[in-house]
């Protein structure tokens, strides 16, 4: 019995010596792992959480016209909420977001038909599709400008062709809306594109060499295959469309001229802010409508991650 606790009381005592220089390498990886994400963490806080906080804040004051502001209280969000401008652009704003959704299913029909097997110059196809979303806005606005063109445009002169009428369609009310969306969804499909090819890419091919031997044809792969497969890259570009789509700003911008007549039949809710902020000087406003965008962002983006359970599939 003597003998059994000296051999007892060493092995606790290995076991604490264990421990304690076990957990030196944990704490010191932990340590490591916070210098790390540091960099990202200060930049988190220094150029999104704080200005968050103080658009927060602004949003209950009203600016001086020579500087300095005074608290309203809720004011600001009643102005937001009454005014029928702010419906009507941020009516604009989901319909931009529809119309920039549609560069999904195009990008991801682009990109099936870029993996198939055997084909040449795919580098090249997909730089050209690429090119229009690394090109400066104002560069994109300008040439559509002149497509659009009710005078001496490209796509006037086309349609004449055709028979039909030549339309002012940036300027008419009823099709301004949707010739901006074209827009859009031209210079972002090559984005979405490199996205959909790196994850169809990733799909086994051992599912289409069997599904092949099974005698799936081609549409059937795609749909039974390739969609569910791509689920998990379909919702994260599904996400990032309709944040960017919400935000919708630089090619009003450029392509509205000031004096448009349609230019409050587009104005979304981003140009709303730019013009109440930088040219009503109504910055508390403008704070209020850019703090409930974030909230209508939040929200939605929070009904794409409850709904992302019932179709997408994690293989």
């Known amino acids: 019995m003597m003998s059994v606790l000296p051999s007892t009381a060493a092995a606790k005592a290995a076991q604490r010596r264990g421990t304690a220089t076990g957990s030196a390498p ?8 916070y210098l790390f994400i540091a960099p990202l963490g200060i930049g988190f806080a220094v150029f999104y959480f704080w200005p968050l906080l103080q658009t927060f804040y602004f949003s ?68 050209l599709y690429f090119i229009p979303f690394v090109t400066l806005p104002v560069a994109v606005g300008l040439v559509w400008n002149w497509l659009y063109n009710g005078d001496y445009g490209l796509i006037n002169e086309v349609i004449e062709w055709f028979g039909a009428d030549r339309r002012y ?10 010739a901006i969306g074209t827009v859009m969804v031209w210079s972002t499909t090559g984005y979405y594109l490199i996205i959909f090819m790196a994850g169809i890419k990733n799909i086994p091919q051992d599912y ?19 969609l569910p497969l791509l689920s ?35 104005q979304s809710v981003v140009s709303l802010f730019y013009k109440w902020a930088f040219v009503e000087n109504a910055q508390g406003a403008a704070a209020a409508l850019a703090f409930l965008l974030m909230l209508i962002i939040a929200a939605l983006t929070l009904v794409q991650f409850r709904l992302q359970k019932r179709w997408v ?3």
Request: aromatic content about 12%; glycine content about 8%; hydrophobic content about 45%.
């Open 26 to 33: 944990k704490s010191r990886g932990r340590r490591t792992a």
């Open 60 to 127: 209950f004051t009203e600016f001086g016209a020579f500087g300095g502001n005074t608290w309203t209280g809720t004011d600001n969000y009643v102005r937001v909420l009454k005014d029928v401008t702010v419906w009507q652009a941020l009516g604009n704003t989901l319909i931009y977001c529809l119309i920039g959704l549609l560069a999904l299913p195009l990008a991801i029909v682009v990109a099936a038909l870029l993996n198939r097997r055997g084909l040449r110059g795919v580098a090249v196809y997909r730089a």
């Open 169 to 178: 369609w940036v300027s008419d009310p009823s099709t301004a809306v949707y």
């Open 208 to 226: 289409y060499e069997a599904a092949e031997l099974d005698g799936a044809g081609p549409l059937r792969r795609f749909f039974t295959i390739t």
């Open 232 to 266: 998990p890259t379909i919702f994260f570009a599904s996400i990032v469309c309709m944040i960017n789509s919400l935000q919708t700003f630089d090619l009003i911008y450029i392509m509205m001229a000031e004096k448009n007549p349609a230019i409050g039949d587009t």
């Open 313 to 315: 599939h994690y293989a």
